[in-house]
């Protein structure tokens, strides 16, 4: 059968219309979830402010970690010349396109957080590098260098500024292919690609160690990049299946088959295992080589407030994609690989809110209205920005080189 008859079956301007309930409902959890946040901010509750605090940092991360996921994603498709998802690559360049924004919000959170004190305290607080002050702190005297103001601003400015514009970029190319054709672009993104694949691997584990390890700056893990990345890309691969779905249940995407969704669930599956490795590799190390310096992260994580919420981590992010996605039809269907991609990105919520809170409230810990709120929101504003950005452009990039092997993907 020649190629162009199977091209007839499907229409390669197919744009997606973002409007009605879905807008609206993106617009209104957006309004929820400012209205929770200003509950929490002019509370005059010294720890709900920070609990608020604590909970912007958590999903402002969340929202870049996700934008950032879809540049690696297409990035990665680039560099390894991966066919199977040149009709599905559309998706993750919105959420590239997204950084830019996400970006800025983590960084407004972050500069708030450390101006006001309600983050950061442990190495930004009062006296703790003068000598003659009670709460001097030698170790974190000895990070001083790295752990101040100026400097770790400037780093979360230069590392999110330089994914922005890779992402930002990458998209663009993809967009100019369609308009002019010809593998002039393909071979521009190439390149970048591979650029942006190295600054990338290189920097998110330093990323990961300043926005969320330095919330308790006595303790240090070489592991927890990785355990970040990894909880970053699953999430990621999640996000790009839900609206797979969604898409298809919609109508759209007929070029899209049980084949692509079965690739998502290998690796929403792989990266799952490959994210309890590196969790049970950090918590293993600590507990095995009794390191006191660093069981002071797992010793708060068994308190009595978090130990349920840690054992219940490792359920929904390991146990349950094992169980579920370990057979083959499982990930050909829709409904199941829809369930479990919602199952893990609660689950990287939850995974997130041990990582944050225990270092920022501690056991003035909560689940209410300020939790659900933020998260709603953070939700709302993703679902807005990434919908608008697919809906200004052709849902398939026509010009990619290897669409064609795309359409006849099967495996």
Known sequence: MGTH?????????????????????????????VAAVAIGLLSGDHVTVERTYANLLLMGYYFTCVCAAGAFFVALQYVTQSAWSA????IPQAMASTLPIAALLLVVIVGLGLSTHNLYHHWHGEGLLDHNSPNYDPIIEGKSAYLNVPFFLSRQVIFLGVYSIFAVILAKLSYKEDLEGGLASYKKSFKLSAIFLVIFG??????????????????????????????????????????????????????VNENHLHDLGKLMFGFSIFWTYVWFAQFMLIWYSNIPEETVYFYKRWEPEYKPWFWLSII???????????????????????????????GHWLDYYIMV???????????????????????????????????????????????????????
């Not at 009709?87 to 559309?90: A, H, K």
């Not at 926005?211 to 990894?230: D, K, P, Q, R, V």
């Not at 999430?235 to 797979?244: F, N, R």
């Not at 349950?320 to 409904?335: H, Y």
């Open 202 to 255: 290189f920097t998110t584990p330093i990323w990961a160690f300043d926005t969320i390890m330095s919330l308790e700056a006595h303790w240090f893990s070489t592991m927890f990049g990785w355990y970040n990345f990894a909880a970053m890309w699953v999430s990621g691969i999640c996000c790009i299946t839900i609206i797979v779905v969604v898409l298809k249940k919609a109508g759209y995407m007929n070029w």
């Open 87 to 90: 009709g599905l690559v559309r």
């Open 357 to 411: 809170m225990p270092g920022t409230v501690a056991e003035h810990r909560g689940f209410g209205i300020i939790e659900i709120g933020t998260a709603l929101g953070f939700l709302g504003l993703f679902i807005f920005l990434v919908m608008s950005k697919l809906s200004k452009q052709a849902l398939v990039p026509k010009n990619h080189p290897f669409l064609d092997e795309s359409l006849h993907h099967q495996i």
């Open 5 to 33: 008859s199977h091209h007839h079956d499907y229409n390669f301007n197919e744009r997606y219309e973002f409007a009605g309930k879905a807008k609206l409902y993106s617009i209104i959890a957006v309004v929820l979830g």
């Open 316 to 346: 929904i992010n390991f146990v349950s994609p094992l169980l579920i996605l370990v057979d083959r039809d499982a990930k050909r269907k829709q409904n199941v690989m829809l369930f479990v991609a919602i199952l893990l990105l609660a």
